[in-house]
């Protein structure tokens, strides 16, 4: 059964980090995108990043870049997500979600939500004084 988990998530100060974590279960993301989203109450989803089967593409939301770091551990069938600089706005629940790309493809990467089939359940991130 093709499952993903989100932890790594809390209550942090403004200025703070919090490492995020994705794990597979079920399936190698060896042939799968990851992307991270999040969603505050009230709002819509939106696409935080992404990065490719291979780790060799990313990409960042304009409101996430330069505080916020994508990487992967195929052979750990993890992705994690570093964010630094954490501020009241990023205050949401986290999912992250595996999107299939053939070999051929392995580089690319999208931010869309509707792009992806599997989703973990999420994780709560608070950034608050």
């Known amino acids: 059964q093709l499952q993903l988990v989100e932890s790594g998530g809390g209550l942090v100060q403004p200025g703070g980090s919090l490492r995020l974590s994705c794990a597979a279960s079920?399936?190698?993301?060896?042939?799968?995108?990851i992307g991270w989203f999040r969603q505050a109450p009230g709002k819509e989803r939106e696409g935080v990043s992404c990065i490719s089967n291979s780790g060799g593409s990313t990409n960042y939301a304009d409101s996430v870049k330069g505080r916020f770091t994508i990487s992967r551990d195929n052979a750990k069938n993890m992705v994690y997500l570093q964010m630094n600089s954490l501020e009241p706005e990023d205050t949401a629940t986290y999912y992250c979600a595996a999107k299939f790309y053939p070999a051929t493809l392995r580089d690319m990467c999208s931010r869309r939500g509707s792009a992806y089939v599997y989703w973990g359940q999420g994780t709560q991130v608070t950034v608050s004084s």
């Open positions: 079920g399936f190698t993301l060896d042939y799968y995108a």
